[in-house]
């Protein structure tokens, strides 16, 4: 080979591996979600009319979020669209293509409708929700809708199981992946007043067994583990069934966020990191956004 055809031939394989790994800022900011969750507290609501903290119009939240954060991947949750209307989800995702957005997953939460119900009639009306809101993931040209379980409660998880499996057959219909994350698998509470028995909590082995009996696909939270030993391990196993999302916090006091993205690419995760912020915290949503973005750049 001559020198110049090496040098040439070393130069593309460098950029390959840039490309690859995601060296540069623009090529890991492709990899990163912003969850609509983030600004919860200040998207206007008609169930809050007199909160003037409310400015941010959910329709412009795609815009804003490529215009501030060069983020070009939106996760919504399901309670922020005003409506279910066709007109209105139309408008939706001609928003989104103007602001060049990709919508990454709908997160779905129906309070006592979901699949851990013991109300086999309850079980019943989250097949149907859920599945409608398939069909609004699949008009809007979004990839995936992640699923509220419940409790997952042993005598319960057979059931959960089989109700899960007919959402996510659904789902394959539409060509719109189903997923769960992990959630809870800390210590139950302690001290609790005589008579009164602590709610279950499911771990994270509880889950990939759910995941997997039903044959849909894990949302890997990397906050939602009692510690760093489960924390480690679940991580190991979940991102090796996922569809290509994750949710990623804040919490140096509590583990260590470069150690997680470590692990999602040492088994090879290609998928995205979705920011999650805390709740009704008093902090400003802009800013805390921030911190988790730039926390994730720093280690991805």
Not at 27 to 35: F, P, S
Not at 38 to 65: E, Y
Not at 184 to 191: E, H, M
Request: proline share 5%; aromatic share 8%; charged share 25%.
């Amino acid at each position: 080979m001559r020198r110049r055809d090496f040098i040439g031939s070393a130069a593309l394989a460098a950029a390959g591996a840039g490309m690859s790994f995601g060296q540069t800022r623009e090529q890991k900011l492709e990899r990163i979600a912003i969850m609509s969750l983030c600004f919860s507290s200040i998207l206007k609501s008609p169930a809050f009319p007199n909160d003037k903290d409310r400015v941010l119009d959910v329709m412009d939240l795609p815009q804003m979020i490529v215009d501030r954060y060069k983020v070009h991947n939106v996760e919504m949750q399901h309670s922020h669209f005003l409506s279910t209307e066709a007109a209105y989800l139309k408008e939706f995702r001609e928003r989104m293509r103007k602001a060049k957005a990709n919508m990454n997953q709908i997160n779905v939460e129906f309070g006592p409708l979901n699949i851990s119900n013991p109300d086999p009639i309850r079980r019943l009306e989250t097949i149907d929700l859920t599945k409608k809101w398939l069909d609004h993931a699949a008009d809007l040209g979004c990839a995936r809708v992640m699923v509220n379980q419940g409790t997952l409660a042993p005598e319960i998880r057979k059931e959960a199981i089989a109700t899960l499996k007919v959402i996510g057959d659904y789902g394959k219909t539409k060509k719109v992946f189903v997923t769960m994350e992990n959630r809870g698998g800390g210590a139950a509470p302690v001290n609790l007043p005589p008579g009164q028995v602590a709610p279950y909590r499911s771990t994270w082995e509880n889950v990939v067994e759910v995941i997997k009996g039903a044959g849909i696909y894990a949302n890997p939270d990397v906050g939602n583990f009692p510690n760093e030993e489960a924390r480690h391990a679940g991580l190991r196993v979940m991102y090796t069934m996922t569809s290509g999302s994750s949710h990623c916090h804040y919490a140096p006091e509590r583990y260590s966020e470069a150690d997680a993205l470590k692990i999602a690419k040492e088994v090879g995760y290609k998928g995205l990191f979705s920011v999650e912020t805390g709740r009704n915290n008093g902090s400003d949503p802009y800013a805390a956004t921030q911190t988790i973005l730039e926390a994730l750049l720093k280690d991805m």
